[in-house]
């Protein structure tokens, strides 16, 4: 009897072992190293992909890997360019709404045979299923190389190594171009900017994030450089944070860019009023493509840097049209034609109020 | 004078120090000389000093003041109505209310004011609901209608979940949680403008009737004998706190701690009789909610949410108070 269940018992043990030596073999199954250095096994071909990152997940549509696609975020879907564009997104399921809010049921039933997500979602999706995960490093402390590592590591994942280099090398093009024209700009030169969200325009992301790197390499300083915004706050995406008026007023930036409400209106306030960039007539919409240009994605990484030298410092982009790049760059890393009113709407921000209207 | 007497004038000049703390405290700092040209009327009004002072930090202070003093008086009169040490302003439920107006205008994408209008009107409503159900039940009227307004904040507070959950993530989630979590950061001169009147005239009110407000603690049936009719300074007391709390969550979200601690503190101080009580809270809770705001923008570079702050230094100071009100008890 106790054989018996000592033989069973070694069964057991070596039951695992069975189906770790089949996933490996090199037909059917192969490993990729993620974001976090996991090594990942994935069945070969790769054919039902989950995603779960919200906007960054845009590089799944420069690696042209749509297809492969079978569950995604609610987030994702209200994007009315990825709607117009790769209509069949809108149809797949989404079963997370936010970090940590997934209906497992539905991502089982999407038949995902990988599932791309940041540290809490992959955790519980791991301890819930056997679905595996490929982790992508979700903080925001990092500039334009976390985007380069990011889109290497979805390449790997889709095969698609060539159009992600493609996309490095467009971003560096256009890295290129701003400081060949920027380079007589004295330090003294540099413009102050500050990026005010939310209808109250006392939302921002402070100089330990990303985007302060965006900001920099437009040739311009972040206002906000002083204050760090980085972990979630109640009521915040990660990496921004709240300020009061009377800090915007004791910065004094230059240029102003919102992301909610008319530009013009802070004419009227007598708050904002008697600010240097009111004053001048220097406060902007930001612009919205795939997604607001105010997120780590790949899209804002190398077009958010070029809209701002372009607005901050227009005498030494005379010669350029930045619809024309904007079309250029849309063609080249989504292989999309966008037509001229859609350039505009993007530059607008305009996406930015018909992707809340999306909303159900 | 007696002791409770002098409570009064003297939080009067703690709360006249406490603005004048406040006023001077801020980011953009301002120097006897610049005070000098603002009290003259010589600084020009697009000067940074003159913006600080006269535009952002002086109907923020307001704000805070009137806030402060609305929901302390109306936590002290709730809980002299209802005999209930238990009881916030939000007992009937206004919170719910206020917070599942906004969250619907806010899902509608209406613009700030229109924001404010919706959550002081469902404010109302939850009110006359929670008040219109009490009234079915002719029996215990005050636990029908604590009851009554337990009911509906739960049906208010469901609602305002439910938004939540079909509100979009990236943008109106947000939006919904930040504003529930309170804050006075965003209040200039029109936003006090508007919301003003439905909190400094049923405040004046409540002062005026305040003597009147200790015939609850006889208890209905009592004062009824005694040819009072409470039925009628019940209406009144409650019509005038939920226009005072639902305008202040209209203007900042939902405030907690004030209005349920205040009102003990000042009886603390001075005992129960509203004749005191109503005014030492009404100012207490004014020089409080100032000086937590003033911590609040000015400790860090950023807001800190004001909820965890009125919490944070109200509870040892509360802590503190019931130790010195009844010394020598809980000691073997």
Redesign the interface.
Known sequence: MVNKSLLLFLLFLTLPACTLSKRKDPNTAREIVDMLGNRVTVPKPLERVALFSGPTGQIALILRADKHLCAVTKTFKLSPLVREYFPHITALPSPRTVNGMINIEELVASRAQLLIAGKVDGELVQRKTSIPVAFFEDSLDEGPEAIIQEIRFYARIFRAEPRAEAYIRCMKTVETLISSRLKSLEESQRLRVYNGFSPSHLVTLGGDTFFSKNIERAGCINSASSIKTLGKREGLHSGLGEISMEQVLAWNPDIIVVDTGNPEALKADPRWSSLKAVQAGRVYTIPSGFFVWNRPTAEAAALYPLWLAMTAYPEKFKDLSLPAILKEFYRTVFSVSLRDEQIGMILSGAYREKMMRNVP | MNRRGRVQPLLLLLSLAVVLIALSI???PVSPEHWKEILLGRMD????QW??LV???LPRILAALLIGAGLSASGTVFQGLFQNPLVSPHILGVASGSAFGAATFILL?A??PLIRIGAFLFGLLSVVMAYGLGRFHRRSPLLMLVLSGVIIGSLFSALTSFLK?????????????????G?L??I??QDLAYSAPSMVLPLFLLWLYRWRLNLFSLGEEDAKSLGENTELLKALVICCATSITASAVAISGVIGWIGLVIPHMARLLVGSDNRYALGVSMTLGALYLCLVDTLA?SLS???I?IGILTAVIGAPTFALLLRRAFPGEGEP
């Not at chain 2, 009004?45 to 940074?48: E, G, K, V």
């Not at chain 2, 947000?174 to 504003?179: G, N, Q």
């Open positions: 801020g980011k953009i009004t697009s000067a940074p913006v600080a535009q952002i930090r994408g613009s700030v959950y079909i509100a979009d993530p990236m943008e109106r989630m947000p939006t919904i949680v930040f504003w529930l979590l804050s950061n965003n200039g001169w923008r570079g950023m807001e949410p």
